[in-house]
Each structure stands twice: as structure tokens, then as C-alpha cells.
């Protein structure tokens, strides 16, 4: 099977319908036919300030949670915490010391990321964010790494990264290629449909999969809508109700052209109703099943012990090869 790596950064109280239908939704379909390597990213998390270590660690077992209520199998996947593998860090000094300066600072999300409002203290960690996520990627072999347009400029970082160890060293790395899973799409925040949703924007237009359902069906009813009246797909004259429809059609699983059938003749008050209820009732069993597991974090860390420890036979067997070809004494 191919193997595929992903990561998501534990950096807010729950993921939001993007993270879901633009990430998340392929995570749990991919495990079907790949030997899945995912992560909750909290080394990636600190490269911004966080409030507090508590809050850190809470956000971290809620994230593990989550990926395991929407049907992410600890049992087929590996699914541990980047931190728990000291291997990522490691690797990721070693590949810094591969990656020139120029090139780390043509990275976009950097400057995205240094320069937003209210981001506070740019500290080197965030410059060298890609360098580490390279490391997520070549520790495990992957051959395929899902990525929205967002990270594509990373992953390319990551492929150079791989050919320059392979090159001066010897064959190490594989060298991974970018993957569009079938159905992953953009979403748009519920208030400002011409930016994509994100934790980062005020809540109002992001819809967070622990929300609770009368706030969801409050967001999802408040959403800015377009001019005209009917409800049909047309990402450029009509972003909000075309937005509407994508989360649908993710959560329903009827397509576009269903659906404008579905809604022809009713109005945007129809769509954003059905809309809401189509959301909630998909959420309330992945909702149950997040508290179930955070009312035994015993057994949550049990698991994630387990994903740790698999990622490390394959994380150390890639480090251990690395550390040899660069040149440093046997381990200790
Ligand atoms: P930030 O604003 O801090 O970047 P975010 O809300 O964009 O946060 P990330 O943690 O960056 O969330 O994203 C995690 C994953 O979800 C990534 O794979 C990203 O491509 C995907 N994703 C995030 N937002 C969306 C969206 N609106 N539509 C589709 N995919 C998304
Ligand atoms: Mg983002």
C-alpha cells in the first residue's frame, strides 16, 4: 500500500467544518487504501505563542479525539502525537542544516503568518516551520502527502529537501509526491465568502465541529448570502450560496447538480435550514463520541502511546540511517 503522512496542529478547541471537508474527510477515507501516518502537530503548534501549557495539552487530546470520533482507526492507522516522537525534531536539525537561507525565506506562509494581526513575537521556530514539516513527512517514507494550495510550496520544500540529502548521501529518502484526494474542497468563511474559513477569522463564520448545534444552525442561518434567489452552483457570481451547497453536498453526499435540483423553485432560507439540519444531526454522533473518549483520557493516551510507539520503529529507523550517512558516532 502507499504510504501517506498528514498532520494537523492542535491549536484550537475543535476543528472547523474547512479543516473537516478540506482535510479530515480524506484522512478517514484514505485509510482505506494507504498505510496512513497521521499526527497531531504540536511541536508546529508552538512556533506561535500559546496561551498556556495546559491549554496545549487539553487541545491536543481534544484533537486526538476528534480525528478518532470522525473515523480515524488507531488500530489501521498510526496515530500519534509529533511530540511523543522525538525523531521529528531531530530530523528536523539535520535538514535544517541542508536548507539554505534564501530558500527559507520564499516560503509565503511565513510571511502570512508573521505579518497577521495580532500574531505576536515572530520567533525563528515559525521561520523554520516547513523545514520541520519536511521532517514529519521523510521520517515515515511517505510516498504521498495530501496538500491544499496552501502547503504546496512546503511540499516542494520537502521533495528538494529529500533530493539534496539523497544526492550528497546516498539513496535515504523517498521522495514524496503532493496528492489531491478526490472530494476535498475549499471552504469559505460563512461571513466573508471571498476568504477561505479559518480558526484565525471572527467565529461567526467558521463552524467548529464541537459547536453546539443551536450556535451551528445560528451561524449557518446568519451566513452572508448572495444576491438573486435561486439556489444554484456559481462560484464566481454567487461564493456564499455556492459555499452552502459545498458543505451539502460533503455532508449529505448529493452532488451539486442534485442539489440544485433538490432546491429548485425554494430560496436561500430553505437551503441554509436544511442545510443546518443536514450539519448537526452529521455532528451530534462524532460530538458523543469525542466526549466519550475525553471522559477517559487514561485510555485516550493508551492509544496514542501505542501510535507513538509505531511511529518510532519507522521514525527511528529513518533517523538512525540519517545520523549514520551524515557522519555522527554509533548511538551511545
Ligand atoms: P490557520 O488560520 O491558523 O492557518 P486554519 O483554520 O487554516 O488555521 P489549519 O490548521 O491551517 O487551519 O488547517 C488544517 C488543515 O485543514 C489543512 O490541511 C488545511 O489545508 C485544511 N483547511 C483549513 N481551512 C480550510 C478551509 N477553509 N477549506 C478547506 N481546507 C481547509
Ligand atoms: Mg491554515
Not at 527559507?104 to 494581526?117: G, I, N, P, V
Not at 485510555?299 to 540519517?322: D, F, N, P, Y
Request: hydrophobic share 40%; glycine share 8%; aromatic share 6%.
Amino acid at each position: 500500500l502507499p504510504r501517506v503522512l498528514s498532520g494537523i496542529q492542535p491549536t484550537a478547541d475543535s476543528f472547523h467544518l474547512g479543516n473537516y471537508v478540506g482535510a479530515l474527510r480524506q484522512w478517514v477515507s484514505m485509510q482505506e487504501d494507504h498505510d496512513a501516518f497521521y499526527c497531531v502537530v504540536d511541536l508546529h503548534a508552538i512556533t506561535l505563542e500559546q496561551p498556556d501549557p495546559a491549554v496545549l495539552r487539553q487541545r491536543t487530546l481534544v484533537s486526538a479525539a476528534q480525528l478518532i470520533a470522525l473515523g480515524v482507526d488507531p488500530a489501521r492507522s498510526t496515530l500519534f502525537v509529533q511530540s511523543q516522537v522525538p525523531e521529528h525534531a531531530q530530523l528536523a536539525w539535520v535538514l535544517q542544516c541542508l536548507t539554505g537561507f534564501g530558500e527559507a525565506s520564499r516560503m509565503t506562509q511565513f510571511k502570512d503568518k508573521s505579518t497577521r494581526e495580532g500574531a505576536g513575537p515572530t520567533s525563528v521556530g515559525l521561520f523554520t516551520y516547513p523545514v520541520l514539516q519536511a521532517a514529519d513527512i521523510l521520517l515515515y517514507q511517505a510516498h504521498r502527502v495530501p496538500v491544499g494550495e496552501d502547503q504546496r510550496q512546503h511540499l516542494e520544500l520537502t521533495r528538494d529537501l529529500a533530493g539534496r540529502f539523497n544526492g550528497r548521501y546516498g539513496e535515504t529518502f523517498t521522495v514524496p509526491e503532493a496528492y489531491i484526494p478526490a472530494g476535498a474542497a475549499k471552504i469559505l468563511d460563512l461571513q466573508s465568502p471571498d476568504k477561505k474559513m479559518s480558526k484565525s477569522l471572527p467565529p461567526a463564520g467558521c463552524v467548529n465541529l464541537l459547536d453546539d448545534p443551536k450556535v451551528t444552525a445560528k451561524k449557518i442561518r446568519s451566513a452572508v448570502t448572495d444576491t438573486g434567489r435561486e439556489v444554484v452552483a456559481d462560484p464566481e457570481g454567487k461564493p456564499g450560496v455556492t459555499n452552502l451547497l459545498t458543505i451539502h453536498s460533503a455532508f449529505s453526499g448529493q452532488s451539486t447538480a442534485q442539489l440544485e435540483e433538490h432546491f429548485a423553485g425554494r430560496g436561500y432560507g430553505d437551503l441554509k435550514k436544511e442545510l443546518a439540519e443536514v450539519v448537526t444531526e452529521a455532528l451530534a454522533p462524532v460530538q458523543q463520541r469525542t466526549a466519550e473518549l475525553l471522559a477517559d483520557p487514561a485510555e485516550l493516551e493508551r492509544l496514542l502511546a501505542g501510535g507513538a510507539a509505531r511511529a518510532r520503529e519507522v521514525a527511528g529507523r529513518t533517523l538512525a540511517a540519517v545520523y549514520e550517512r551524515v557522519g555522527f558516532l554509533p548511538p551511545a
